[in-house]
């Protein structure tokens, strides 16, 4: 009798997946702490144009975001390719800008009010007619703060 | 009666659970992008006061028609050579007596702007420009005013400009904030952004 004896059969030993719901797990935590999820859906194209001088917002709750751009594609059936602005769910026009900061001031802490952003996510292919008008409504409703949401790229990417 | 153990459960379907739920998080996450050009806009005055008188000379017209095209003080342009041109602008530094720009080191070109406190920066569009375009238009001027700024903190205190404001509006700055504040202050009146926005033509 030998003192070293021979493994019987060959074959590999079965790898313990023991641990693998903890690494799934581990995963799992890590999107959902990152994960913010989208509140608005969007009914606007919305390709961003590219800048390179930028900077960064945050405190998401301070933000407002006002869409502008064409309708998807599967609205265009029903609301023709004209840009259009979107508040939060829904095609809004532009003179429904002013109330709508209101009520986004409404809904915040009275000390929060006067640092609110206003963040313009606009297709890069609408006109600027749109643009201004939104704009100008943002100056009646003195929501002075703005900032032309970008994506960081060199700007020379928008003339194409 | 005796106490019987109660019988393991079998954790086996666990891992496809936490999968399932990891793909939905996965395929839902968006990492938003919310960077941006800041900017502020005029507030509305009612009384319509006349604008203060500006030499014609501390003016920089920069104008983006209905085609994308850019018309620099009434001359066509390149977008590419718009930073040097307004960085040119601004840093010109013209003016004679009360009027003069120790810091600037410009051509001293009569006919440019007398001084960066004066000078202003026209931006004009159309209706119909596209935004993109426009974008960036604003991208180039913003990047002009910021490449003198940071030249003048990187001259006054070994420091970018644009590091100084990330530092200030950064909540776990470690340091003197009042002193940067200052600082962001003394540059800022060096170079003060004056981008004027006119309302856009009407189509004709």
Do not use: H, W
Not at chain 1, 130 to 140: A, G, H, P, T, Y
Not at chain 2, 151 to 177: I, S, V
């Amino acid at each position: 009798m030998s003192k070293f004896k021979k493994k019987d059969d060959g074959g590999t030993p079965a790898i313990s997946t023991a641990s693998l719901p903890d690494i799934v797990f581990m995963l799992l935590f890590f999107f959902m702490v990152v994960t913010v999820m989208r509140d608005t859906s969007l009914k606007v194209q919305n390709v961003l144009p590219y800048a390179d001088q930028v900077e960064k917002l945050d405190k998401k709750n301070l933000i407002m975001y006002i869409y502008a751009g064409k309708p998807s594609p599967r609205y265009q059936e029903t609301f023709g390719t004209e840009a259009r602005v979107q508040l939060n769910d829904k095609y809004a026009s532009v003179n429904e800008v002013q109330q709508f900061i209101e009520e986004e001031r409404q809904s915040k802490r009275e000390e929060l009010r006067d640092k609110l952003t206003t963040a313009l996510k606009v297709d890069k292919e609408t006109n600027m007619g749109l643009v201004s008008d939104i704009k100008q409504e943002l100056r009646k409703a003195e929501a002075l703060k703005i900032n032309y949401t970008t994506k960081e790229g060199d700007a020379m990417l928008n003339i194409e | 009666m005796a106490k019987r153990s109660a019988p393991e459960v079998n954790a086996g379907s666990m891992a496809d659970i936490a999968f399932l739920l990891l793909i939905f998080f996965l395929v839902t996450t968006t990492i938003e992008t919310d960077s941006g050009i800041t900017r502020k806009l005029p507030p509305i005055d009612d009384e319509q006061q006349d604008p203060p008188p500006l030499k014609e000379r501390n003016i920089f017209i920069v104008l983006v028609n209905a085609n994308g095209d850019l018309f620099v003080e009434d001359e066509k342009m390149d977008i590419e050579d718009l930073r040097e041109n307004a960085v040119k602008f601004l840093d010109n530094g013209g003016g004679t007596g009360d009027e003069a720009c120790d810091y600037c080191q410009g051509a001293r070109d009569p006919d440019s702007s007398d001084n960066p406190i004066k000078a202003v920066i026209s931006l004009q569009n159309d209706r119909q420009t596209e935004y993109g375009k426009y974008i960036a238009v604003q991208n180039e001027l913003v990047a002009a005013y910021n490449e003198l700024r940071n030249r003048e903190a990187n001259r006054l205190y070994n420091m970018d400009f644009t590091d100084m404001e990330a530092a200030y509006n950064d909540p776990e700055f470690q340091g003197d904030k009042e002193k940067l504040k200052e600082r962001i202050g003394v540059i800022k009146d060096m170079f003060p952004q004056k981008l004027s926005e006119a309302e856009p033509k009407k189509r004709k």
